[in-house]
């Protein structure tokens, strides 16, 4: 099951720039309701704002209204499903574009440190080893390398 449009709230107080304070009352309903019937937001490529108020200066301001929520079985058996934001060209709303890409681009994981590697016994070895290596470049490409290269060898 999927449901999209314009729901006229927020989710979220980032979703906000300018204008009325946000009525958390009218958040934790949407969740709420949302939530009972087991959907999850299914994210977006674009900008985060889906709606202009169409005016200018101090008082113009924008909000993420428009969203397409589906649940977990759906999101399971689709799994390339992409939203994205489109640019407003005549309307107050962004439109939503719902592509399906049987090939998605796999995503790179963040590092995550796991605690019981610190408990064999090669692990100051092996950390010593994959980050003595050196090489000139910016210290933050060389950081990354380091951590890449030690990620897999711990993982191992």
Known sequence: ?????????????EENFGGLPVSLNEVDDFRHC??????????FKGSIYTWWNRRAEED???????????????????????????SKIVLDHCPLLLTY?????????????????????????????????????????LFNHKIKRLKKELST
Not at 106 to 127: C, D, G, N, Q, R
């Open 1 to 13: 099951m999927a449901s999209g449009g314009d729901f006229n709230v927020i989710w979220d107080e």
């Open 34 to 43: 949302m939530n009972t019937c087991n959907l999850i937001d299914m994210g």
């Open 60 to 86: 113009c301001f924008f909000k993420r209204l428009d969203r397409m929520f589906a649940n977990m079985e759906l999101q399971q058996l689709w799994p390339g499903l992409e939203i994205n934001h489109l």
């Open 101 to 141: 890409n049987p090939d998605p681009v796999p995503i790179k994981k963040s590092f995550i440190f796991l605690m019981f590697w610190t408990e064999h016994e090669s692990y100051k070895a092996v950390v010593k080893d994959n980050w003595q290596e050196d090489f000139h470049a910016n210290p933050f490409i």
